[in-house]
């Protein structure tokens, strides 16, 4: 009888090697087919790892499903089981999508039908095993598993369920899953599929409804939004559930993200912003992803090969939404139609700041928490250790160099008990040059991708 694929072996460099061994069998006892099924699965993987790697929506903070009956795997949502690179991309997933081909023909995707690329898809079994024993080998804390569309919505979005499904139910498997929903599927396979994944994303794809309109004419905008309000419907009851009743089958306990494709089109970061801002107060988003668009088509809609995205523009959205969610700053204080671009040089906290220097300095020893939390330089556990911290003594340059705090950037913004401190009357244009001259930036020279598998 035939034994399965048992050992994914990961070499050194980071590049998966792959060896089929048998249970039972020595390495020279493998035969011709195994090398076959081999050979077939890593084609496949090449392809459809690759293909996935445009995502960027795979995150898995907030997942939380813990091991009680022996299964495999754990998810916390302390992110102990993921890495994150620096910009925030997640590596820790096996992040692959079922299949690159496609019925749709959206202009800015690699996999779009009328794209000359060779094509793959797994079958629901090879997923799963794949999973399992790239688990099995601590290679990966999770699955992220997206996909093309092949011959409607429902059918494809079936095959993403019964993976979830298998894994949760026949390997009783505990890691995290992040499992796209695809956009017009019916709401009963989106409540089976919200049952075993740990988050749930529906792409909104581009910034504005003209953006989609002009690059992807056959898609519609009401089929991303309507699964998103049932999804959304969903999760807010499992939450209300679950205080009442301990025993409520969890729902998409890490919630619902989206991500926009951002640079493809001519939106603004004003208009990329306020969508962002709209999906997180109507849809209870999780989180909203930012993914530049990489040149790859000739497409006279799009823009030129060789001209991607700057990296940095990422990086200051991500910023700026960092800002709404967590330091209550609001889009039109971050951005105006005036200037509807983030500054490319400075974080977005420290050009809200320039532009309204009339509020500072601030005594560090005196101004309230959510107005610390403003001053550049210093972040939410800061603003707290601050407050804490103050009212057991004067706090000054040592105590605040002690905490942490970027005092290249924060010292021309505050006041505290230090004669070191001497404010100027600076004007924000020089204030910025000084901190281009003597920071550096956390966020330079850093470009990190998917790490490939091969
Ligand atoms: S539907 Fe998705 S996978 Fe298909 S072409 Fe459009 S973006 Fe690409």
């Not at 060779?118 to 990966?140: C, G, H, M, P, S």
């Not at 009783?172 to 599929?193: D, Q, T, V």
């Amino acid at each position: 009888m035939r034994q399965p694929i048992d050992a994914y072996v990961l070499s050194k460099c980071g590049y998966v090697s792959l060896f089929a061994v048998r249970s039972g069998y020595r390495f020279r006892n493998f035969v011709r087919e195994d090398f076959t099924m081999w050979e077939r699965i890593t084609e496949k993987l090449k392809i459809l790892s690759d293909a996935a790697k445009y995502d960027v929506s795979c995150a898995s903070s907030g997942g939380k499903r813990k091991n009680e009956n022996k299964g495999l795997g754990n998810s916390a949502n302390s992110g102990i089981c993921h890495a994150y690179t620096e910009d925030g991309r997640c590596v820790s997933l096996l992040k692959i999508l079922l299949t690159n081909f496609c019925i749709f023909d959206c202009a800015y995707c690699v996999s779009r039908k009328s794209n000359d690329i060779k094509r793959a898809a797994f079958t629901v079994q090879e997923v799963v095993d794949l999973t399992i024993n790239f688990y099995r080998r601590n290679y990966i804390e999770g699955l992220f598993l997206s996909s093309g569309i092949f011959t409607n919505a429902d059918y494809t979005m079936e095959r993403l369920v019964l993976i979830a499904k298998k894994l949760r139910t026949e390997h009783n498997f505990h890691g995290y899953i992040h499992l796209k929903a695809i956009p017009g599927a019916s709401p009963e396979l989106l409540r089976e599929a919200g049952l075993y994944a740990d988050r749930l994303s529906i792409n909104i794809e581009m910034p504005t409804e003209q953006g989609l309109k002009l690059l992807a004419p056959d898609k519609n905008r009401e089929d991303m939004i309507r699964p998103m309000n049932y999804l959304k419907t969903e999760i807010q009851q499992y939450k209300e559930e679950i205080v009442k009743f301990k025993k409520t089958p969890a729902f998409a306990p890490a919630g619902q993200s989206t991500q926009m494709v951002v640079g493809a089109t001519q939106e603004t970061d004003l208009q990329v912003l306020y969508t962002a801002n709209h999906f997180y107060k109507k849809m209870q988003m999780k989180r909203v992803y930012y993914s530049g668009y990489v040149p790859i088509s000739t497409d006279n809609r799009l823009p030129a090969i060789g001209t991607p995205v700057p990296m940095i523009r990422e990086n200051r959205l991500y910023q700026a939404d960092w800002l709404l969610r967590f330091y209550s700053f609001n889009v039109n204080e971050l951005i105006s139609p005036e200037q509807p671009l983030l500054d490319l040089d400075i974080d977005p906290k420290l050009s809200w700041a320039l532009r309204n220097l009339s509020i500072f300095p601030l005594d560090i020893n005196k101004a309230e928490l959510p107005l610390i939390k403003r001053i550049p330089g210093i972040g939410v556990s800061s603003a707290l250790k601050i407050v804490a911290a103050r009212k057991f003594r004067k706090l000054n340059w040592e105590h605040l160099k002690k905490m942490g705090i970027a005092l290249n950037r924060a010292r021309y913004f505050i006041t505290c008990n230090s004669p070191d401190f001497e404010i100027k009357d600076y004007q924000p244009q020089q204030i910025k040059q000084f901190i281009l001259t003597k920071g550096n930036s956390k966020y330079e020279n850093t470009f990190s991708q998917q790490i490939p598998l091969f």
